[in-house]
């Protein structure tokens, strides 16, 4: 079993700290969420574990490897997976050439291997119908599977999900959310931010929130229910799941 932990993270702009002293972890086959507030400092949290910021102070190991200064591209060859919350796959590309694009970054595969990988993704995420059909005729849901079979085609330890639900209607919440729970059954460790709370929530084990850029709250969702700090800041009174 492998750990993603981010430790002591804390960033600032200019004189304003945005990020002070968070510290969570994601064990393999585990689904956790990072929430709070608009301006909580969540999202630098999480861009500064997938890459996309660079943390002023703290670390981020994948078990005992330290990953804090590796580029995006070096935490991907390490095991963590990204899905940006914008539209990531090649519009003009079909289905089928946007994973193989992915896969061709496998040195360890030849042709046939990332062939047979390819036809692995398409069918287990249900889009072998829609194979030659061109990313800029996707619809919302279509275009989340594919691109978590791209995420996949690097065969990370860990994905971390930008705002999966998104854009995206009520039927293909529930259709990521299935996929959501295939990645842990797959033994991915799942990390999660959204401003779809109740979505969040109702799927994660544990979850971390964020307040003026520092953990208020951890815990599973009805302890993040319970606790009334994170009603006064965050979800309100009246707030169910």
């Given at each position: 079993?492998?750990?993603?932990k ?29 929430l ?11 861009y ?30 390490a095991g ?23 896969l061709?970054?496998r ?16 069918q ?6 829609i ?57 991915i ?13 109702d ?13 208020i ?25």
């Open positions: 079993m492998a750990t993603l981010a430790q002591h993270l804390a960033k600032s702009y200019k004189s304003r700290q945005v990020v002070r002293d968070v510290s969570l972890s994601i064990d393999s086959g585990q689904i956790v969420g990072l709070g507030p608009n301006g909580a400092g969540k999202t630098t949290c999480f500064m574990i997938v890459g996309l910021v660079q943390a002023d102070q703290g670390r981020v190991l994948i078990d005992d490897l330290d990953v804090s200064h590796q580029p995006m591209h070096g935490r991907a060859k963590i997976g990204y899905l940006p919350q914008e539209a990531s796959i090649f519009r003009k590309l079909s289905v089928a050439d946007n994973i193989m694009a992915i061709e970054t040195k360890e595969l030849d042709k046939a291997g990332r062939r047979q990988e390819l036809e692995s993704l398409l287990e995420f249900h889009i072998s119908h194979r030659d059909n061109l990313g800029m005729s996707l619809s919302g849901g279509e275009r989340r599977r594919v691109e978590i079979a791209r995420a996949l085609a690097t065969s990370p330890k860990f994905i971390l999900l930008d705002e999966p639900f998104a854009g995206v209607d009520p039927i293909s919440v529930g259709d990521i959310k299935q996929i959501i729970h295939h990645l842990k059954a797959k033994g460790g799942v990390l999660i931010t959204d401003h779809n709370v109740r979505e969040t929530l799927i994660c084990e544990t979850a971390y929130i964020v307040n003026d850029g520092q953990l709250a951890e815990g599973d969702s009805a302890a993040i229910l319970a606790n009334d700090l994170v009603k006064e800041v965050y979800l309100g009174h009246e707030f169910r799941l």
